[in-house]
């Protein structure tokens, strides 16, 4: 199976792996990835992180363009509610991405596809276990074919 | 009382008074079941103002600057306004997006019976119709050769079936039209549970059919009073966000950010539907997340200038079962 981002594929042995696009907050959620690296816990290669100022920065817009660039998954993480550090940014995120969810199980995406979650810089397991758990899930769905783009080549 | 007459008094008034300078309205359109929108600029034009059942437009997009044409024009010049239910829950939107200014107009309301739907009569002899009349829940169409009789709630707009008819306290002057009281045993939802029903992939299966038939006109966009943005983000270039290709995959992602943009101070007038020539059913989707926003947040859209729209604003303890 050939997608847009040919890295994420080994075309010789056609095995398909799920590619997940994640969103992370600086702040907290970036940090407990840097604290599950530096603290030698083992999680998934098939994340790709994509550092944020806050989680109130990320439009739902991006998770729509994910979707569209053969994302199998997408994760939005940022601070627990009260300990955004710009006061009140995952405040507005938690709306909007609570309302994108419902929206994308209405127009028929399987819901274990899009998540958001808190993790604070100090929850490394936390973040290892999002990501486990993510990609066992997406695994059993299999490759994402809605919204995705066409190869016009 | 002759609500045409009424109208126009009013507005003639207004002109007289110096309160106005332009006055946006009906007139009679190119046929009987059709009525436009119109500016009177003039006394002397105020006789051409009607209001029936055909007034379908939602004519509170005429007030936004850039759409009326340039900005000079509109900053000088004080509007008036005749404005629906619809209309009226649409100024009230604006009026929380800073698009507009209260003081820079004079709202006159009007209550509506709902709008007639010309396409959901059956047999109707488009060109040869002499006049129309309703007669409490009926509308008689005499056409040269055949009586045509209707039961108003038939061939309502999908909207005004489930139209609670509210008009938010923000007008000047109200005319009080014959106002049928809505029916409460219709579940404005009904159409929205009716998908919700359905497994994921047949969900798909349904809006990937509907979004396939986008041609990407825009009108949707066009139309919309609170599609106020000096810049869409389908025309940004640097950075491209929607490509220009016309495939399934673009046309879902438009459509999807289209109602992501509009959620929340989107007050259901049905335009976007109703000028939409591919027949893509958007106020499924629109009242999916009115749906929504009202269960959560318990806000709904167009009834109070003072609240701001749901999505630039928070509470500490909203709801958030689907993050862990």
Known sequence: MVKNNNIEINEKDKIWEPT?????????????????????????????????????????????????????????????????????????????????????????????RFQMRWISASEAVKFVDTVKEMVEDIRKLGPNKKLQKQNLL | MNIDREIQNRVNKLFNENKITCFIGYEKGSFLYRARPCFITRKEDVNRLIFNSFCINNLSIYLINGKIGDDTSSQHEKFGILATPCTLRSIVSLLQGNQIKAEDLYILAVNCNGMIDPYKIKKLPFIKIESIDEIDDKIIINASSSKIENKRIDILYDKCLSCTNELPKIYNDLIENVSIKPDKSIDEYAEVKEIEKMPPDKRWEFWEKEFSRCIRCYACRNVCPICYCRECIVDKNIPQWISKINQSSTNEYYNLIRVLHVMGRCIDCGECERVCPAKIPYRKLIKKMEKEINDMYGYKPGLNPELSPPLSTFKEGDPDESIK
């Open chain 1, 20 to 112: 997940i696009y994640a969103f992370l907050c600086n702040w907290c959620s970036y940090e407990g990835a840097d604290l599950a690296g530096s603290s030698r816990r083992n999680y998934p290669s098939n994340i790709r992180i994509i550092r944020v100022p806050c989680s109130g920065r990320i439009d739902p817009v991006f998770v729509l363009k994910s979707f569209e660039h053969g994302a199998d998954g997408v994760l939005v993480s940022g601070c627990h509610p009260g300990d955004c550090h710009y006061i009140e940014g995952n405040y507005y995120a938690r709306r909007k991405f609570v309302l994108l969810k419902k929206l994308l199980e209405f127009i028929g995406i399987e819901s274990e």
